[in-house]
């Protein structure tokens, strides 16, 4: 294959990975920005759901559209509820203290690992996609004094995979509509500016902030359940998606959702190109990179603010 | 209206208050007065219920609200501006009076109250709170607060650091409330101010009330005001 079909196949490669980072980083960036936590337990809620769609999708056991549309709608209700009870238990009784949440979270880290390997096992468990024919995709050549069209051998994507793309751009657009357009958002977003003035005016910061763990969590776990007709659920498959998460919300600047996609967008693409020319550890390499580089020179990301 | 008796607080392990009474009464202004560092922003924290109390008792027409969550307390109808105006400043200035109108369930009819007392507010609704001036973020506080529709007004020195014509605008607004009979706490360091609107002030230092006047024996002897306040 020539080298613009290549970079092409290998741009939608990393934009199925930007896709689902984005979700999945959208849930940490949520609840960093809102509650000042970092949650070192999002990975785990990301493969909760992963596995969670197995099982419905397993028990449902008739076609397999039928079970990814339950895994879809149940997978984030159940992780979203999970975390939001262990918010209501665990972090609200520690008062969000910062390093008793991190500790915390470590802790909910290995219970609900640990947990899912004693009750689902150590297999990787497939999910069939809903549908999953070969689109071939077109390139453009010159040839005979104009531009033509043709299909280069190997140059196809799963149409699965575009709708990855498409389900968590519209997930991603709910989700802005939903913090913009709703008095549930405008209630997250002024616990965010300032949970002491929500407090004075009547706002429930705790119920608030038991709803933004659940919808952080419910954000990873629905990118989760996009994942797994791609890739199996693992009880340890949660590690990557929190490394990346972190890496993403770090260089689009902690608490910002519109410098979380750019950035998953810029590391998901990265990642794909940096994988298909040359190997997926010096993909991993890069994006470590990119966070030391800013770190150093930027260090609140791309859209943060600076602190005070 | 509002009754303090005796209250105790900390900050941690640091007490700042020691025992600071007293009541503020419907449609009368009660300036609550005091060195820096005396307790004033404290006491309305306390009645906020963002600073628990350790002792005493806060009541609002016999409600004690110092046994409420802090999110409940404005639901008794208490408006707060606090020092530094506190305004959620990356939201617009509509959605700031939004989250005011939320907190008591108040609708249109209150927003246009609201606008209509300050209605240069009205031109700037889509704008950000952060990128107003100094005198127009002190006019959101407000509206804010009285989007909850107060029988009790808490304002921490609202004319900070604002023009002679802001102060004016926001002291006829206090006045207006003051005539609708709100109960009015005002925590002011500005002479003039105290000596033109209190009913009555409060005097406390080093977290105690030290003194309590009526407003007509404050302006007969306006070297109270020099003597407790150093000014």
């Known amino acids: 294959m020539d080298f613009g079909p290549h970079l092409m196949l290998a741009i939608l490669e990393g934009a199925v990975t930007a896709a689902i980072l984005a979700l999945t980083a959208m849930g940490l960036s949520v609840v960093f920005g809102v509650m000042r936590v970092v949650n070192v337990a999002h990975g785990e809620f990301y493969m909760l759901g992963a596995v969670i769609a197995w099982f419905v999708a397993t028990t449902l056991g008739a076609h397999p559209a039928l079970g990814f549309v339950a895994a879809l709608i149940l997978a984030p209700l159940l992780v979203g509820g999970l975390a939001a009870v262990a918010d209501m238990l665990i972090l609200q009784r520690i008062g969000y203290d910062p390093e008793r949440t991190i500790v915390a979270t470590i802790g909910m880290l290995y219970i609900i690992q640990q947990g899912t390997l004693m009750t689902f096992g150590p297999d990787a468990r497939p999910v069939a996609p809903p549908f999953n024919s070969r689109i071939p995709l077109p390139w453009l050549e010159w040839a005979e004094g104009k531009l033509s069209f043709y299909y280069p051998w190997g140059l196809s994507i799963t149409s699965y995979k575009l709708f990855v793309i498409a389900a968590a751009a519209l997930i991603l657009i709910a989700l802005w509509l939903f913090m913009t357009r709703t008095r549930a958002g405008l209630v997250m977003r002024a616990t965010q500016q300032d949970s002491a003035m929500a407090q004075a005016f009547g706002i429930p910061v705790g119920r608030v902030y038991a709803l933004v763990f659940g919808l952080g969590a419910a954000l990873a776990a629905m990118g989760a359940v996009l994942v797994v007709p791609i890739q199996q659920a693992h009880y340890l498959m949660g590690h990557d998606p929190l490394l990346l998460s972190f890496i993403v919300v770090i260089i689009g600047g902690l608490g910002s959702l519109p410098g979380t996609v750019i950035a998953a967008v810029l590391i998901g693409v990265s990642d794909g190109v940096i994988s298909v020319f040359f190997s997926p550890t010096l993909a991993k390499i890069t994006a470590t990179l990119a966070v030391a580089m800013v770190l150093v020179f930027r260090p609140q990301g791309l859209l943060g603010k600076k602190a005070h | ?231």
Request: hydrophobic share 40%; glycine share 10%; aromatic share 4%.
């Open chain 2, 1 to 231: 209206m509002l009754e303090i008796t005796d209250i105790h607080a900390a900050y941690g392990r640091v007490n700042a208050l020691y025992g600071v009474s007293l009541s503020a009464r419907a449609g009368e202004i009660t300036c609550l007065l005091g060195r820096n560092g005396a307790g004033k922003t404290t006491v309305m924290r306390a009645i906020m219920g963002l600073l628990p109390i350790t002792g005493g008792t806060i009541t609002l027409d016999g409600t004690p609200l110092h046994n409420l969550r802090a999110d409940c307390i404005p639901k008794q109808r208490i408006g707060y501006v606090p020092q530094g105006r506190r305004l959620f400043a990356e939201l617009s200035v509509a959605e700031n009076i939004e989250v005011g109108l939320m907190a008591c369930g108040e609708g249109h009819d209150t927003r246009d109250w609201v606008l209509s007392l300050f209605p240069r507010l009205r031109e700037r609704l889509k704008q950000r709170a952060e990128t107003l001036s100094g005198g127009e973020q002190q006019m959101l506080a407000t509206a804010r607060a009285l989007c909850l529709r107060p029988k009790l007004l808490l304002l921490d020195e609202p004319t900070e650091g604002l023009q002679p014509s802001m102060i004016a605008q926001i002291r006829d607004v206090v006045l207006r409330m003051r005539a609708e009979g709100l109960a009015v706490l005002l925590v002011e360091q500005r002479m003039q101010a105290i000596l033109s609107m209190a009913d009555h002030a409060v005097f406390i230092e080093n977290g105690r009330t030290i003194d309590t006047l009526r407003g007509d024996a404050l302006r007969a002897n306006p070297e109270t005001l020099t003597k407790h306040l150093g000014v």
